[in-house]
């Protein structure tokens, strides 16, 4: 592994050490964390995976491959002997919105459903007709979508009832995998507030979608609170792991904040990894809470209002595998912006926010025979930034003091150019939030908030700050009302019929 200015050697790295584990939608990856955040030299690994996707669909990914990937991880990094057992806890982020069907014996019983499974469509569409989905989301803090257990359940109730019938408990992808290490299934609130059935205020899962979902409320596992971990339960092929306690499982999107450094009401992250996501962290609820975006209770005083995109580094290696981009694609970005580029829906899996239509596909206009790969190229690149200033603008009302968007993930650590255009559609500065790993990074320092309150922790890394530039903003002004009347003639007609 290659050194990097985020490493720290292992006699150098301050105690209490923590595990974070990280399980995104390309790999999992895991490795050893010192007080101040940063990462211990030689002490990372990663196995890649990918979901199983189909054209009706599905988005799924078997969950004892991925608990198996976890084992690899934990065996990889406290492999050292010179561990001992400075391993103070474990945590570990998973992507959001997980579902998997257990048996009474913690047997899965389904694939774990990701969050960009829309076979559950058609439900969302009969439950916003039985249901007021503008009372929903104030209770909640979500919508009616495919990506919640509510509209999931209802499917699987119709499509496989013998499963609904076998299953003891509805777990997260998190809650799975720490039932199988330790034999609890640890779920965060964050987690909990993800199937969309926890109410935003109380932290009460919401009685009304739980009858409307047939849903025992006892085969959900409690929410808990980052600062309640489970005392150690090391296997004994772990020796150090003896004396560390096991985080619940958090979702990737309150984690990716915490790293990239938007800790209040003031910084903007813009999450920029296979999926995306627009978030700020509040001291409390949103209200009233725009109906397109949402708001999940993430510990009992924290909330996180945003809005996720699903299609973002997808988008990227869509074009990146199905065009004939140049070696100097890239370059592309860094142009000035022109009229002759296709106007791009970026919809490959369904719309989330501010939409919420999960049966939305994604649109080319504008493509001619003078059209060539890296022009389409940078059409899909302004559609993923045009998609994200939708969600900024339903984002404002509610969170007016934000002074800075720092925007994190792959995407924008493999194609940086792109934050000039996002800066440029938003109309305001964009920070390079450069460390990588900054979600893996927030789980640990989400743990050593516990664990080691008062030791200071290492700044975040940050490159080049993106400034808007005003005719660049003029141009996008018009381009987007382009792809807002774009959206309403093949889009919005989806969201009327449903």
């Known amino acids: 592994m290659t050194r990097t200015d985020d490493d720290v050697a292992l006699d150098a790295a301050l105690d209490p050490l923590v595990i974070a584990l990280d399980i995104g939608s390309t790999a999992t990856r895991g490795g050893v964390h010192d007080a101040s955040g940063r990462r211990v030299h030689g002490l990372q690994h990663k196995v890649e995976h990918a979901f199983t996707v189909a054209p009706d669909g599905t988005s799924i990914i078997d969950p004892d491959q991925v608990t198996a990937e976890v084992e690899q991880v934990l065996d990889a990094v406290t492999g050292d002997p010179r561990l001992g057992t400075r391993i103070a806890g474990v945590a570990m982020d998973t992507f959001a919105a997980s579902l998997i069907a257990v048996d009474a014996r913690g047997r899965a019983l389904t694939p774990c459903l990701t969050y960009a499974d829309s076979r559950s469509a058609g439900e969302v569409t009969a439950m916003r007709q039985e249901l007021d989905e503008y009372e929903v989301q104030q209770r909640t803090g979500t919508r009616l979508h495919t990506s919640y257990h509510a509209p999931r359940l209802r499917w699987l109730a119709a499509t496989q009832p013998q499963v609904v019938a076998a299953a003891a408990h509805w777990w997260s992808l998190g809650e799975y995998i720490f039932a199988r290490l330790i034999g609890l299934p640890l779920a965060g609130t964050s987690t909990v507030a993800w199937t969309g059935l926890l109410d935003r205020r109380t932290g009460i899962l919401d009685a009304g979608l739980l009858a409307a979902a047939g849903l025992d409320p006892g085969r959900l596992s409690p929410p808990r609170d980052t600062a309640q971990p489970a005392p150690a339960a090391a296997p004994a092929r772990r020796p150090a792991l003896a004396r560390a306690v096991w985080f619940p499982a958090i979702t990737d999107g309150y984690a990716s904040n915490i790293g990239a450094g938007a800790l209040d009401a003031t910084v903007l992250t813009a999450a920029t990894a296979t999926s995306g996501a627009l978030r700020v962290l509040l001291d409390g609820p949103a209200d009233p809470l725009p109906f397109g975006l ?160 008062g030791i200071p922790r290492a700044p975040r890394a940050t490159g080049k700050t993106y400034e808007p530039r005003k005719a660049h903003v003029d141009h996008y002004a018009g381009r987007r009302a382009r792809f807002a009347d774009l959206y309403t003639t093949l889009v919005a007609d989806l969201i009327n019929r449903s």
Do not use: C, K
């Not at 009992?300 to 100097?328: E, F, H, K, M």
């Not at 979600?439 to 743990?447: S, Y």
């Open 294 to 453: 949402w708001n999940y209770r993430v510990e009992s005083r924290r909330t996180l209002l945003g809005g996720a995109i699903n299609d973002v580094g997808r988008a990227v290696s869509w074009a990146q595998n199905t065009l004939r981009l140049s070696p100097d694609a890239a370059t592309t970005l860094g142009a000035p912006p022109s009229d002759a580029t296709p106007l791009v829906l970026p919809y490959l899996t369904g719309e989330r926010a501010p939409g919420w239509a999960g049966q939305a596909r994604a649109a080319l206009t504008g493509v001619s025979a003078a059209t060539d790969p890296d022009t389409l190229f940078r059409g899909i690149i302004e559609g993923v930034a045009m998609t994200y200033a939708r969600v900024a603008d339903d984002l404002h009302p509610a969170a007016p003091g934000i002074v800075e968007v720092a925007a994190s993930g792959r995407v924008s650590n493999d194609q940086p150019s792109w934050l000039q255009i996002l800066a440029d559609v938003l109309g305001r500065p964009v920070t390079h939030v450069t460390r990588r790993r900054a979600t893996q990074r927030g789980t640990a320092l989400l743990a050593l908030d516990v664990l080691a309150p």
